[in-house]
């Protein structure tokens, strides 16, 4: 028998959350799908390379050099590992945004021509909607999505029905940064590949959560975000099929991303290095490869569970507020939970919570279509971590309260 999850032994693990806001108010962190907060360790990783190896990688032979290179690659083989995939189909990006970008520019455009579709759900965050509009827009092609439930469940009958042979690329969610619904994208990859139709997996939310095998998820690409996983921001990877990276033509021109150039022509160094061009983010892949080294200490499989409960005793919390609408209800879902109270704008809910102590997310969360199905302009939404604790839920319930008798 593992010992219980102790969320408090791991927070002392995290400087921020110590903080106290208006009136020396305990932090309640709970905008964890936003960014999460970063560990000392992290941090120490950040410092330590600025203080004591500043250099930049790939082109220097002295000392630094070596060491900033050798510690940024060991980031890169650490999130492979992470991942369960090759370091070599690892291109390092800024986050996931760059990374579908690359997908819709560098992969997806040479290939889309008019009356083709690219597929994706009802409840993808922009970043995974608004790339492929813009190369669908270029070529006449259009982006369609897949309806999702009341519960905020992807209609799966639907998706693959609508798997035709003019879809010629599909994206997917695998967490809802939203409802934090979790999609079958295992299952799904199965119905793209029937259909010789690739998979990107948007991955930004599902990566501090749970374990991903890209071995066993079947996919075709995978965009992940370093800052959601306790790293540095301007940090995330996409992951790819082999033939696909030798295929894909580079997306940025510059250094790094050559093996010679002359004006006769450039020859390309091989993939991952031939998509990154230029002086990468040095600094935060190696506070990522802490992240990486803290994620694995506490266990995912520790994490994922104890998340489980955490979000199940919140949602009770919730569902026992007057008046108060909770958005998404899968089954399968992550610590994700939006919500509006009756008569109260999700802006003003966040406004007076924030005065209680309580960090949470309003607005539209970058999932207009997902706001339209719903019917509503915005939610409130907080997401949780490992880090967070039921005292932390009561408090939160407790101002919830309080925001529902001065505005409701
Ligand atoms: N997809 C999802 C589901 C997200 O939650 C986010 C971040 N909110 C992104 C994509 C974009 O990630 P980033 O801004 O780090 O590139």
Known sequence: MSEPFDPLRYRADFPLLSRRVHDDKPLIYFDNANTAQKPQSVIDAVDGYYRTYNANVARAVHTLGEQATAAYEGAR?????????????????????QAINLVAYSFALPR??????????????????????????RTGATVKAAPIDANGVLDLERFEALLTPAVKLAAVAHVSNVIGTINPVAQIAKLCRARGIPLLVDGSQACPHQRVDLQALGCDFYAMTGHKLFGPTGTGALWARREHLQAMPPFFGGGEMIRTVSFDGTVFADPPHKFEAGTPN???FIGLGA?????????????????????????????????????????????????????VHAHDVATLLDHEGVAVRSGHHCAHPLMQFF????????????????????????????????LA
Do not use: C
Not at 112 to 130: R, S
Not at 383 to 389: C, K, W
């Open 77 to 97: 083989s650490k999130l492979a590992m992470f991942l369960n995939a090759n370091r070599d189909q690892l291109v390092l990006t800024s986050g996931t945004t």
């Open 112 to 137: 889309l021509a008019a009356g083709d579709e690219i597929l994706v759900t009802q409840m993808e965050h922009h970043a995974n909607i608004v790339p492929w509009q813009l190369v669908a827009g």
């Open 282 to 284: 040095i600094a935060g």
């Open 291 to 343: 992240a990486i080294d803290y994620v694995e200490s506490v266990g995912l499989d520790r994490i994922q569970a104890y998340e489980a409960e955490l979000l199940a005793y919140a949602t009770a919390a919730l569902d026992s507020v007057p008046g108060l609408r909770l958005f998404g209800r899968a089954p399968h879902k992550a610590a994700v939970l939006s919500f509006l109270i009756d008569g």
């Open 375 to 406: 019917g509503v302009p915005a939610t409130a939404r907080a997401s949780l971590s490992f880090y967070n604790t039921r005292d932390e839920v009561d408090a939160f319930v407790r101002a919830l309260d309080k925001v529902r008798r001065l």
